[in-house]
């Protein structure tokens, strides 16, 4: 099968043929029939991060596709389903967090495209269990992004326990925020978008932002003052400075949710503001396998739309570099 394969974090990608692995007990093999191209794959590509994954590797953790194979015992999907293939490929199902709906903070969870392969190939080899039906009626090509800018950003909205008539800033309107917006929306927020393009916030507002603030000609924290501070503030954008303005941008009992990871890992947190205005910091890592069968469910009862552009999988550098040089309108979804 094709693969697109990090042999060493210094080079490109290498798009060559792989041997087609046979699922195992408890394992399905998936035909991929889209995959997104989240930052996390270039992260991964380029070992960016403290804990590296080891190459030769495949990326690709939006994977979308079809039961071609079941190993044994797997009951949950049968050959022929649609499945998508998350970030969380395993977890132990058995530890206190597994049992109590937390599975993402489970700590032997394995990660697809990082410590299993992903799905930046003709085919992967995935654990059934912590696969998710795709709804009929949804376009595979739809369900990638879904699988992890929808989910992620899902959840965020969820943990920042938005309710009917909370006004919520989100800051970095592209593959995820778009989404984040139209979650907020749901839940009943007033949605205010922040971003420093205005293809961007002329996207939120077709997606219907109450509000847009174009931070590289407005202060948005004096802008989100003006409309009485945010009950809630989402932050997709990877900049401590970004992180500073949201809080700034609270109002008494806020919410600051942290989803992106800027390098820099650190940033101000003024304790004064933070306690006499008991605003509440809450990081949040992806979503468990029941919120993505709730954002498909949503998206197969048409209330929520992707953005996304197609790029063949052969094509992979060269969509690195464009989301690098952020000259991407949403989410890239390679098709191999
Ligand atoms: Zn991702
Ligand atoms: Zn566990």
């Given at each position: ?64 596709g079809i039961v071609e194979k079941t190993g044994p015992g797997v009951t949950l999907h049968a050959v022929g389903d649609r499945v998508a293939i998350p970030w ?198 992806v979503g468990t396998r029941a919120d993505l069968a709730e954002v498909f469910r949503l998206h197969a009862a048409g209330r929520t739309r992707v953005f996304y ?16 040089a952020s000259r991407v309108p949403a989410r890239l979804v390679l098709i191999p």
């Open positions: 099968m094709r693969a697109a394969v990090v042999t060493s974090f210094d080079q490109p990608l290498e798009v060559k043929d792989v041997a087609l692995p046979e699922p195992g007990p408890g394992q399905i093999q998936v035909r991929v029939e889209a995959s997104g191209l989240c930052h996390t794959d270039i992260h991964a590509a380029r070992g960016d991060w403290p804990v590296k994954p080891t190459p030769p590797f495949i990326p690709g953790h939006e994977g979308v969380l490929g395993y977890a132990c199902g058995t530890c206190e967090y597994c049992l109590t709906g937390w599975e993402t903070l489970c700590e032997s969870q394995l990660n697809t495209g990082y410590a299993i392969d992903g799905g930046h190939a003709e085919y992967l080899i995935a654990d059934a269990d912590y696969t998710v039906a795709v709804p009929a009626g949804i376009d595979p090509v739809e369900a990638a992004p879904l699988t992890c800018a929808g989910v992620t950003t899902y959840k965020a909205v969820k943990v920042g326990g938005v309710t009917p008539g909370d006004r919520v800033a989100i800051f970095g309107i592209g593959g995820l925020g778009h989404l984040a917006q139209q979650y907020a929306q749901i839940f009943g927020g007033e949605t205010i978008a922040v971003d420093v393009t205005e293809e961007k916030l002329a996207l939120a507002k077709q997606l219907g932002a109450s509000h847009v603030v174009n931070a590289a000609t407005t202060d948005p924290v004096e802008a989100i003052t003006a409309l009485g501070g945010a009950d809630v503030a989402v932050v997709l954008a990877a900049s401590p400075k970004v992180l500073e303005q949201a809080h700034a941008s609270l109002r008494r009992g806020g919410r600051l949710v942290l989803v992106s990871l800027p390098k820099e890992n650190a940033m101000a947190l003024p304790i004064f503001q933070t306690v006499l205005k008991g605003i509440s910091v809450l990081g949040s890592i552009e197609t790029r063949p999988l052969t094509e992979i550098n060269a969509a690195i570099e464009d989301v690098l």
